[in-house]
């Protein structure tokens, strides 16, 4: 089976944890069994690998998130980059032409296409195999996975079948609806366009090249930016004659906010935090390294992070992103390849954070021009490389920077550093990297 999984957005709905380059996809919310717990494309990835350890899974993603994928998929993953951000149509369209010349699949398998983020169980990864059988039979060009609407959502398009077969051809797609439309669309059986289809590569290619001709992988990602920004739904799933849709009646959540991800949790309170027991209904997600005391409270969520806290009703949280839009907020916290760092200070002339380098990784080999960096190591062993010079490194160390010097460090074990950037206008653009190894 052939997989793209398509992972973007910012995830702002779910603030303060989520950021423009921490989607909501990357928080980690469920506890696994061994008690660790996992995020929605950690468990997408798990579940996957669970039904079908030798499927083909291609995850298409903007630049901001790739660190972050492989931090939490590891480097293996196999990972499709948008040049620049278009739409659903366009990502879909490059990584089907990655799968064709890169990965050498051949024009007659099925993809399957579907979004990184949902809350599913195993029944729906099944549903997936079968879109894919459909799809290679050949009948259809285009095979959509419709949900049985458990209430009349205005959040979700809706495809209304021609029949209540198991698998019948799509008589329409209608928009977003407010409640009472929607309500009208359920009464005449439509589904819940999940944005899961299925193709033969051959289809999606003859796609891509009604919209921009190009030869092959590498001249398409080159003029990515010449590609109309279009969803998949307009540009190909609305237009397409021969379309049938699947009946899907598993457990399908999108939880793109708040109240939907709670729903979701298999406990309370993820992170330090006490509710008494007049508290109804209230989950907390903390973060921070200080305890969250809720008492009396009902229907809330309550989240703390670097970048701010939320308490909020459940049902009012789903309105939250025009209040985040006016927020200017610097990035307090951020996944990236080798580990993660953690802002603890900021003032105009110094930033101080909190850095863990994952053991056997490295930063990469780079200088600053406006700053001197100072790193302090509080735990771990590895080696620092300053002008070509190399030197162990262990707790207690401190390892001084001057602007315009070449540096990267290297984790022999997990290595946490707290390190202190002194300059004006000190900023990420403020980085030049350098081949590796020299």
């Not at 979004?115 to 050949?138: N, R, S, T, W």
């Not at 209230?282 to 703390?304: F, Q, R, T």
């Not at 160390?397 to 001057?402: K, L, N, Y």
Request: charged share 30%; glycine share 8%; with cysteine.
């Amino acid at each position: 089976m052939h997989i793209i999984l398509l992972s973007g957005g910012s995830g702002k709905r779910l603030w303060p944890l989520s950021n423009d380059i921490r989607s909501k996809q990357f928080i980690k919310f469920f506890k696994k069994e061994d008690g660790e717990y996992e995020s929605m494309v950690q468990r997408m990835y798990r579940q996957i690998r669970a039904v079908d350890p030798k499927a083909q899974v291609i995850i298409a993603t903007s630049k901001t998130q790739v660190s972050s994928i492989h931090n939490q998929l590891g480097g293996e993953v196999c990972v499709c980059v948008e040049p620049c951000r278009r739409d659903t149509f366009p990502a879909i369209a490059l990584a089907s032409v990655y799968l064709h010349d890169v990965e050498r699949v051949s024009e007659e398998e099925p993809v399957v296409v579907c979004p990184v983020d949902p809350y599913v169980e195993k029944d729906y990864f099944e549903a997936i195999g079968k879109l894919g059988e459909i799809a290679a039979q050949g009948e259809a060009n285009l095979v959509l996975m419709g949900m049985e609407p458990t209430y009349p959502s205005e959040k979700y398009g809706y495809v209304i079948p021609a029949d209540q077969g198991q698998v019948s051809r799509v008589a329409t797609f209608r928009e977003k609806p407010d409640k009472r439309t929607a309500e009208e669309y359920i009464r005449q059986g439509a589904l819940w366009n999940g944005g899961v289809f299925a193709y033969k590569l051959g289809y999606m290619l003859r796609k891509a090249h009604e919209y921009i001709e190009f030869e092959g992988y590498e001249d398409l990602f080159a003029r990515y930016d010449e590609v109309p920004k279009i969803s998949f739904d307009y540009a190909v799933a609305e237009k397409e004659k021969e379309i049938r849709v699947v009946r899907f009646k598993g457990e399908w959540k999108d939880l793109g906010t708040w109240n939907t991800l709670t729903e979701a949790m298999e406990e309370a309170c993820v992170g330090k935090a006490i509710l008494n027991e007049e508290c109804k209904n209230v989950h907390v997600v903390n973060e921070l390294d200080v305890p969250v005391l809720c008492m009396g409270l009902k229907d809330v969520v309550v989240s703390a992070s670097p970048e701010g806290i939320l308490v909020s009703d459940k049902v009012q949280s789903s309105y939250i992103k025009p209040f985040v839009d006016e927020i200017d907020q610097q990035i307090m916290f951020a996944e990236k390849s080798w580990g993660s760092f953690r802002v603890l200070d900021a003032t105009e002339e110094s930033l101080t954070i909190k850095v863990t380098l994952n053991k056997g990784n490295k930063m990469n080999y780079h200088s600053h021009e406006r700053r001197t960096e100072v790193w302090n190591v509080i735990s771990g062993r590895g080696r620092s490389i300053i002008d070509g010079v190399e030197r162990p490194i262990g707790a207690g160390d401190v390892v001084r920077m001057e602007a315009g010097c070449k540096h990267t460090v290297i984790a022999d074990t997990e290595l946490k550093i707290v390190e202190i950037q002194f300059g004006r206008e000190i900023s990420v653009s403020d980085k030049h990297k350098y081949e590796w190894p020299l």
